[in-house]
């Protein structure tokens, strides 16, 4: 299941960011334009002052300093006041940059190559599994047809078939991540798709994210709260 969101991380600039961690009563706090609800997090981040981990839910406030422990290590917060914006942290100076709504999936039947090349594009969200609408007559899916992906793991290119039902294409992470038999975590990264007809043709390098479907709904739950206050135009900004 694939749909629109704008819930991935994104960013914006605002000078130091500092946190505090309060996880008791979070939805009964009423934010401030310098109070932030921790939307998401990915990788590690440490509250320096307390050495605890940043978690889903947490508040942040700006002014305290913060330990990214790798440099993907991430994290998207949102404000009533300010909208959503994610922090990141590059050779040790933090990041706070606006949040893009860059995530997206789409419907519709794909019908030729510039079709997959739209569709499959940028940062890609799937729900566990993602089945895409293709028109078989320009792709068939058989034995001797088919999509496949490629990406990175420990040094070595994967080369990932893809399943189909129908005229439908699946895109499951727990097939996607699995490496000669056995699961690999599942995780952020570039792949690229291919089609396997007469001739193989390149479609086009994407990111897909995988996220669990519970997850995601303590996330939105967790900015429709922090956005309680703003109007329906800015919800709907951010969704």
Do not use: C, W
């Not at 500092?18 to 990915?42: A, D, G, H, M, P």
């Not at 947490?58 to 993907?72: I, Q, R």
């Not at 794909?110 to 079709?115: A, H, P, Y």
């Not at 992906?149 to 005229?167: A, D, R």
């Amino acid at each position: 299941m694939n749909f629109k969101a704008g819930i991935g991380i994104g960013l914006v600039a605002l000078a130091g960011i500092s946190v505090l961690s309060f996880r008791k009563n979070v939805s009964e706090i009423n934010l401030t334009s310098n109070e932030y609800k921790v939307l998401t997090v990915q990788g590690r981040i440490i509250f320096e002052q307390t050495g605890k981990d940043m978690e889903r839910g947490d508040l942040y406030v700006t002014g305290t300093p913060l330990n990214f422990t790798t440099t993907t290590s991430r994290a998207a917060i949102v404000n009533d006041l300010n909208g959503r914006y994610v922090l990141s942290s590059t050779k040790g100076k933090l990041k706070v940059l606006p949040a893009a709504n860059n995530v997206s999936s789409r419907s519709g039947a794909i019908l030729n190559v510039v079709d997959l090349k739209n569709h499959f594009a940028g940062r890609y969200l799937v729900l566990d599994v993602a089945k895409v609408p293709v028109g078989v007559e320009a792709f068939p899916m058989n034995e001797n047809n088919f999509f496949y992906l490629t990406y990175e793991h420990n040094g070595e290119q994967i080369p990932k078939k893809l399943s189909y039902e129908g005229e439908n294409l699946i895109l499951d992470r727990n097939e996607i991540f699995k490496v000669d038999g056995n699961p690999i975590p599942i995780e952020e990264k570039e792949m690229t798709l291919y089609y396997k007809g007469d001739k193989t043709y390149k479609i086009n390098t994407f990111t897909p994210v995988f996220t669990d479907e519970t997850i995601l709904k303590e996330e939105v739950s967790i900015l429709l709260d922090a956005l309680k206050t703003a109007d329906t135009a800015k919800k709907k900004q951010v969704k």
